[in-house]
T-cell receptor, first 114, second 112 residues
Framework: GAGVSQSPSNKVTEKGKDVELRCDPISGHTALYWYRQSLGQGLEFLIYFQGNSAPDKSGLPSDRFSAERTGGSVSTLTIQRTQQEDSAVYLC????????????FGAGTRLSVL | SQKIEQNSEALNIQEGKTATLTCNYT??????LQWYRQDPGRGPVFLLLIRENEKEKRKERLKVTFDTTLKQSLFHITASQPADSATYLCALFSGGYNKLIFGAGTRLAVHP
């Protein structure tokens, strides 16, 4: 498919474990974004990549959260020592990176921390 | 402080009527504003973009207005259908932040 792909679609983990969430953006999209959406809430910005660099990490909630992007394509969001408050849907979006930035979203990963 | 506000309560309307959703913002000077639709279990889908120098934009049954003086955007769906039921998110791009800032969304329910 030509859309943004995220995996896994659902992840259940125990408190204290590390998790990795993956995002495959649309081919050719230079910009990639991670958001978090809690139940009934709006999108909370986490981090933005332009190519492989992250000029804006301002939304990462704590140092337990990190993300990387390799080859200007796939990105991984890692949450270390997960806490129950990390439970949410994690959404990835990509865009051409040009102005205006229309973003194309994946279906998200639903993370449940028990 | 900076805020984007959308009606937190669900909007219920009858099929065939016009739905109007509101997005208000404070302490931003957005270059443009976007509207997205989100269905349960899905990611948001882009609908329309309007720039700061545009007053109105249309696409089929959708219309967006942008009033930079009032700091408000209105999103209209005419001849609404049950299939239009979803959550609608506004997002603004503020060059100083180089990213989209999303509102919390308004849930629209169109009843037959």
């Amino acid at each position: 498919g030509a859309g943004v792909s995220q995996s896994p679609s659902n992840k259940v983990t125990e408190k204290g474990k590390d998790v990795e969430l993956r995002c495959d953006p649309i081919s050719g999209h230079t910009a990639l974004y991670w958001y978090r959406q809690s139940l009934g809430q709006g999108l909370e910005f986490l981090i933005y990549f332009q190519g492989n660099s992250a000029p804006d990490k301002s939304g990462l909630p704590s140092d337990r959260f990190s993300a990387e992007r390799t080859g200007g394509s796939v990105s991984t969001l890692t949450i270390q020592r997960t806490q129950q408050e990390d439970s949410a849907v994690y959404l990835c979006a990509s865009s051409l990176g040009s102005d205006p930035s229309i973003q194309y979203f994946g279906a998200g990963t639903r993370l449940s921390v028990l | 402080s900076q805020k984007i506000e959308q009606n937190s309560e669900a909007l219920n309307i009858q099929e065939g009527k016009t739905a109007t959703l509101t997005c208000n913002y404070t302490n931003y000077s957005p270059a443009y504003l976007q509207w997205y639709r989100q269905d349960p279990g899905r990611g948001p889908v882009f609908l329309l973009l309007i720039r700061e120098n545009e007053k109105e934009k249309r696409k089929e049954r959708l219309k967006v207005t942008f009033d930079t003086t009032l700091k408000q955007s209105l999103f209209h769906i005419t001849a609404s259908q049950p299939a239009d039921s979803a959550t609608y998110l506004c997002a603004l791009f503020s060059g100083g932040y180089n990213k989209l800032i999303f509102g919390a969304g308004t849930r629209l329910a169109v009843h037959p």
